[in-house]
């Protein structure tokens, strides 16, 4: 079983993203925000992060970088939404910085299921 | 003026080079008092450019020893001035006037008398010559000026030229006796000026003085911009002569007209700008809804057997679901700087695929006709985003047809600009791949024309466009450096050329002037 921390600040979405994650067998764990991403790290060793980048309080390209810092064995697939002025840079800075892939919101299942299978192989 | 006075009394001569001082101030007088120092004086300045207009011979009292005087003047002299004698001989009187002109005979000029008469003689000289010097004045004026002038009567019911300056052979390339034909103006002004001709001509005869512009040939063929300004005058005879100048404004129109395009390339940037940064916020927040519910409808229909009645809820909500990722992607298009991917495309097969496409997706009554001059150009690009660009256009004129039944022609051609044709396209010279779009639809007015590339814009209902397409359309073929014309008819239809720069001249060498055998490819 795999333990994921999934960081994001859109409750719905975190919502369905843990029931398909569960159903899929893995063990989920949630933040809304970065900091509470951080800090979970500390007391939940996971198998990996999927994090959003465009987050209140602490954003997504700040926590990776902190992440790294402090867990650089955590593999860390990040997502957006885009869209606002540059964010499409946001992601690719994001891989630059250590994020293992990349999926661009809105994004079917089976996308994600291989980024973690090529994750954590 | 110079004058060489010779006296044979130095007090004499002093009294009377005073008075002629006062009464003509302009007159440079010189003073000799003997014969040899006059000859002297005239032999050293008859080379001069100013050498002496006059010779003024006083108080030689007998008229032998004058005759011998002036005798010795004008002997082996070629340029002679002209001799005045002042003598205060009475006429009739023995020795007197007569005396004198016998002893000149034909060498000299006499004057009798009054020191006045002899001031206004020099006058008269000098208005001459003032006068010549404001000719040459205005000669050499006119032919520095920019404007070419002209005099007009009015005769049998229009106005004839009666004098043209003659700067108008460099300045337009017509000889003045061009111009001075009845019909030259006529002949040669712009045909839709010739209307405004009986309005002018009425405005000007009720105003006095008419300022026009209008276009004229000029004597290569060429079209120029030219600034007309007519005063009229009125004789004492009661008829009117009309008085003018023509101003060549050609490159002050060209200046203004690329002013008004890039002050509306501006604003539509700007827009583009705003828009892209609000569409680009609005995007981030659709997503991540749509991320929401694209999820959620997997997991449901993972919950429900696949015969269940809500299936078919689900597959419909998917579908909408799909659309609405493809228009945000679309709007997306406008938050982030288009930068095409860069491969080098051969444009004949991309429009063959895609048209074959198109044939597969629009109705049959609808003919689509391809045609391809044998250049085949290849330009630097990305294959999406330029099938992006035929598939939009292709779209519209589908859309223009309104369901009847129509055509849409895609032509592809080799254009080399020049310097005249680049500037107006607004290119660098070179060679431009050039696909033309064409359609019988219904048509656009002016309004719609002009703002046909902004984003948002569309004249269908609402729920049938986005106005988006062409936008994007207007959005790629910037972001692969060319340009996009529209021109539109009501009623006619609406042609769309799109010059893509091609990526090798070598590749289009023969391409030039073949245009006129193409190859047509009816897929109708």
Same mark, same amino acid.
């Given at each position: 079983m795999t333990a994921i921390l999934l960081v994001d600040d859109d409750e719905a979405f975190r919502t369905m993203m843990t029931r398909t994650l569960t159903r899929a067998g893995h063990d989920v764990v949630e933040a809304g925000d970065g900091r509470t991403a951080l800090r979970m790290l500390d007391s939940h060793p996971v198998d990996l992060m999927i994090t959003d980048i465009i987050m209140p309080d602490k954003e997504g390209i700040e926590t990776i970088v902190a992440v790294r810092k402090s867990h650089p064995e955590l593999k860390i697939i990040a997502m957006s939404g885009g869209g606002r002025v540059r964010a499409d840079d946001y992601l690719e800075m994001a891989q630059g910085l250590g994020a293992f892939r990349v999926l661009r919101k809105p994004f079917e299942s089976e996308e994600l299921f291989k980024a973690i299978r090529e994750a954590l192989p | 003026m110079k004058v060489l006075h010779f006296a044979d009394s130095p007090h004499a001569a002093s009294r009377v080079a005073e008075q002629i001082r006062q009464s003509a101030p302009h007159i440079e007088i010189e003073t000799v008092v003997s014969l040899p120092e006059a000859l002297a004086r005239l032999e050293e300045t008859s080379d001069d450019p100013d050498h002496f207009a006059v010779v003024v011979l006083q108080g030689l009292c007998s008229s032998s020893e004058l005759g011998e005087i002036v005798q010795q003047l004008c002997d082996d002299r070629g340029r002679q001035p002209p001799i005045v004698v002042l003598s205060s001989a009475v006429e009739g009187? !023995? #020795? @007197?006037h007569g005396a004198v002109t016998a002893a000149v005979k034909d060498d000299a000029v006499t004057h009798a008398g009054e020191l006045v008469a002899l001031a206004r003689t020099f006058e008269l000289a000098q208005a001459n010559a003032t006068l010549s010097h404001s000719v040459r004045q205005l000669q050499e004026l006119m032919s520095t000026s920019p404007a070419v002038l002209y005099r007009l009567v009015k005769r049998d019911g229009g106005f004839i030229p009666t004098w043209v300056s003659p700067n108008i052979e460099e300045i337009f390339g017509y000889t003045v006796p061009e111009a001075m034909l009845p019909d030259w103006w006529t002949s040669h002004v712009h045909p839709d000026y010739l209307e405004r001709i009986p309005a002018s001509e009425a405005l000007l005869l009720e105003r006095g003085r008419l300022s026009h512009e209008y276009q004229f040939y000029d004597g290569n063929g060429d079209l120029r911009w030219i600034h007309d300004e007519q005063r009229l005058l009125r004789n004492p005879s009661g008829t009117f002569e009309v008085v003018g100048s023509w101003n060549d404004m050609t490159e002050e129109m060209r200046l203004k007209e690329s002013r008004v395009t890039l002050e509306g390339e501006l604003r539509l940037a700007q827009k583009m700008e705003a828009l892209g940064t609000l569409a680009g916020g609005m995007a981030h927040e659709l997503n991540n809804s749509l991320a929401t519910i694209i999820g959620n409808l997997e997991l449901a229909r993972q919950d429900v057997a696949a015969d269940a009645p809500v299936v078919e809820s689900l597959v419909e909500i998917g579908k909408a679901s799909q659309r609405a990722k493809l228009l945000v992607q679309r709007v997306l298009a406008f938050s982030r700087p288009m930068q095409p991917a860069r491969s080098v495309i051969r444009l004949r097969p991309l429009i063959e695929e895609t048209m074959q496409l198109m044939r597969s997706t629009l109705p049959a009554d609808l003919e689509l006709v391809t045609s391809f001059d044998d250049s085949r150009p290849e330009v630097l690009g990305d294959p999406t985003q330029l099938d992006q660009v035929l598939v939009n256009l292709c779209s519209n004129a589908w859309q223009a047809m309104e369901g009847r039944p129509g055509q849409i022609d895609v032509r592809l051609t080799t254009a080399h600009t020049d310097d005249i044709t680049s500037a107006w396209l607004k290119l660098p010279p070179g060679h431009y791949a050039h696909m033309k779009v064409r359609d019988n639809g219904r048509g656009m007015d002016a309004g719609t024309r002009e703002r046909? +590339?902004? !984003? +948002? +814009? $569309? $004249?269908? %209902?609402? #729920?049938? @466009?986005? @106005?988006?397409g062409l936008s994007v359309v207007h959005a790629i073929v910037r972001a692969h450096d060319g340009v996009i014309l529209v021109e539109s008819e009501l009623g006619v239809g609406t042609t769309f050329d799109i010059y893509l720069p091609t990526t090798d001249a070598a590749a289009v060498v023969?391409?030039? #002037? %073949?245009?006129?055998?193409l190859e047509k490819d009816d897929r109708g």
């Amino acid at each position: 079983m795999t333990a994921i921390l999934l960081v994001d600040d859109d409750e719905a979405f975190r919502t369905m993203m843990t029931r398909t994650l569960t159903r899929a067998g893995h063990d989920v764990v949630e933040a809304g925000d970065g900091r509470t991403a951080l800090r979970m790290l500390d007391s939940h060793p996971v198998d990996l992060m999927i994090t959003d980048i465009i987050m209140p309080d602490k954003e997504g390209i700040e926590t990776i970088v902190a992440v790294r810092k402090s867990h650089p064995e955590l593999k860390i697939i990040a997502m957006s939404g885009g869209g606002r002025v540059r964010a499409d840079d946001y992601l690719e800075m994001a891989q630059g910085l250590g994020a293992f892939r990349v999926l661009r919101k809105p994004f079917e299942s089976e996308e994600l299921f291989k980024a973690i299978r090529e994750a954590l192989p | 003026m110079k004058v060489l006075h010779f006296a044979d009394s130095p007090h004499a001569a002093s009294r009377v080079a005073e008075q002629i001082r006062q009464s003509a101030p302009h007159i440079e007088i010189e003073t000799v008092v003997s014969l040899p120092e006059a000859l002297a004086r005239l032999e050293e300045t008859s080379d001069d450019p100013d050498h002496f207009a006059v010779v003024v011979l006083q108080g030689l009292c007998s008229s032998s020893e004058l005759g011998e005087i002036v005798q010795q003047l004008c002997d082996d002299r070629g340029r002679q001035p002209p001799i005045v004698v002042l003598s205060s001989a009475v006429e009739g009187a !023995p #020795g @007197g006037h007569g005396a004198v002109t016998a002893a000149v005979k034909d060498d000299a000029v006499t004057h009798a008398g009054e020191l006045v008469a002899l001031a206004r003689t020099f006058e008269l000289a000098q208005a001459n010559a003032t006068l010549s010097h404001s000719v040459r004045q205005l000669q050499e004026l006119m032919s520095t000026s920019p404007a070419v002038l002209y005099r007009l009567v009015k005769r049998d019911g229009g106005f004839i030229p009666t004098w043209v300056s003659p700067n108008i052979e460099e300045i337009f390339g017509y000889t003045v006796p061009e111009a001075m034909l009845p019909d030259w103006w006529t002949s040669h002004v712009h045909p839709d000026y010739l209307e405004r001709i009986p309005a002018s001509e009425a405005l000007l005869l009720e105003r006095g003085r008419l300022s026009h512009e209008y276009q004229f040939y000029d004597g290569n063929g060429d079209l120029r911009w030219i600034h007309d300004e007519q005063r009229l005058l009125r004789n004492p005879s009661g008829t009117f002569e009309v008085v003018g100048s023509w101003n060549d404004m050609t490159e002050e129109m060209r200046l203004k007209e690329s002013r008004v395009t890039l002050e509306g390339e501006l604003r539509l940037a700007q827009k583009m700008e705003a828009l892209g940064t609000l569409a680009g916020g609005m995007a981030h927040e659709l997503n991540n809804s749509l991320a929401t519910i694209i999820g959620n409808l997997e997991l449901a229909r993972q919950d429900v057997a696949a015969d269940a009645p809500v299936v078919e809820s689900l597959v419909e909500i998917g579908k909408a679901s799909q659309r609405a990722k493809l228009l945000v992607q679309r709007v997306l298009a406008f938050s982030r700087p288009m930068q095409p991917a860069r491969s080098v495309i051969r444009l004949r097969p991309l429009i063959e695929e895609t048209m074959q496409l198109m044939r597969s997706t629009l109705p049959a009554d609808l003919e689509l006709v391809t045609s391809f001059d044998d250049s085949r150009p290849e330009v630097l690009g990305d294959p999406t985003q330029l099938d992006q660009v035929l598939v939009n256009l292709c779209s519209n004129a589908w859309q223009a047809m309104e369901g009847r039944p129509g055509q849409i022609d895609v032509r592809l051609t080799t254009a080399h600009t020049d310097d005249i044709t680049s500037a107006w396209l607004k290119l660098p010279p070179g060679h431009y791949a050039h696909m033309k779009v064409r359609d019988n639809g219904r048509g656009m007015d002016a309004g719609t024309r002009e703002r046909v +590339f902004e !984003p +948002f +814009f $569309t $004249t269908k %209902s609402v #729920g049938q @466009g986005t @106005g988006l397409g062409l936008s994007v359309v207007h959005a790629i073929v910037r972001a692969h450096d060319g340009v996009i014309l529209v021109e539109s008819e009501l009623g006619v239809g609406t042609t769309f050329d799109i010059y893509l720069p091609t990526t090798d001249a070598a590749a289009v060498v023969g391409a030039i #002037g %073949s245009t006129g055998d193409l190859e047509k490819d009816d897929r109708g």
